[in-house]
């Protein structure tokens, strides 16, 4: 079955640390983002990516990178320089980036970091 | 990106209709409507979304106003399985492929009573 998938599921972290977390789709899809949710709040984007080679800083981007060196890979890394890296983390990916009904967002299962 | 506003929870009882309200009402011409639900702890799940017209899918029905500053997802017999909050989008038609930029506010907790 075509997805994405994220990995690790759970991950803990000391301060200082660098941290990468995985997102893989095979649903041949051009654009991947990332976000981030704290408890009881919405979803913020990180960045984004609408093809491969290139991405863009969302909201809250200060603290993070990406690359996107395949279409089938987004990987997030959570910096030093991240100072509430705590949360669970959303990786999704559209068919493009049009609005049309063949463009909504499919999401990975998420990656909960915590940091000690 | 319209901002939308939603109650904070409501409960539905097994087997009835459960009617999840939405106010848009800062809403232009050219913004659609999106819905997604998200079950604890996992990633979001697209439900529906229109423009104008109401829509149906397997899922749920979506009903916008004729002046389009508010919205009601149906979900016609909802089982306990559909406990989730439940988060509803309005984004900007953009010209030449920008972004998919959703902005997904806190939502509303729906909570499936047996």
């Known amino acids: 079955d075509g997805g994405i998938t994220q990995s690790p599921k759970y991950l803990f972290r000391k301060e200082g640390q660098n941290v990468t977390l995985s997102c893989e789709q095979n649903?041949?899809?051009?654009?991947m983002y990332w976000y981030r949710q704290d408890p009881g709040q919405g979803l913020r984007l990180i960045y984004y990516s609408q093809i491969v080679n290139d991405f863009q800083k969302g909201d809250i981007a200060e603290g993070y990178s990406v690359s996107r060196e395949k279409k089938e890979s987004f990987p997030l890394t959570v910096t030093s320089a991240q100072k509430n890296p705590t949360a669970f983390y959303l990786c999704?990916?559209?068919?493009?980036?049009?609005?049309?009904?063949?463009?909504?967002?499919?999401f990975g299962a998420g990656s909960r970091l915590t940091v000690l | 990106d319209a901002k939308t506003t939603q109650p904070p929870s409501m409960d539905c009882a097994e087997g009835r209709a459960a009617n999840l309200p939405c106010n848009h009402s800062t809403i232009s011409g050219n913004e659609y409507v999106y819905w997604y639900r998200q079950i604890h702890s996992q990633g979001p799940q697209y439900i529906i979304h229109?423009?104008?017209n109401n829509e149906t899918n397997e899922m749920a029905s979506l009903i916008i106003t004729e002046d389009r500053k508010s919205s009601t997802l149906i979900l016609p017999h909802a089982t306990l399985r559909d406990t989730a909050v439940y988060y509803c989008i309005v984004r900007v038609r953009q010209v030449g492929g920008a972004t998919n930029k959703l902005i997904f506010g806190t939502g509303t907790l729906l909570a499936v009573q047996p």
């Open positions: 649903l041949n899809h051009d654009a």
């Open positions: 999704a990916s559209s068919k493009g980036t049009g609005l049309s009904g063949a463009n909504v967002l499919t």
């Open positions: 229109g423009l104008k």
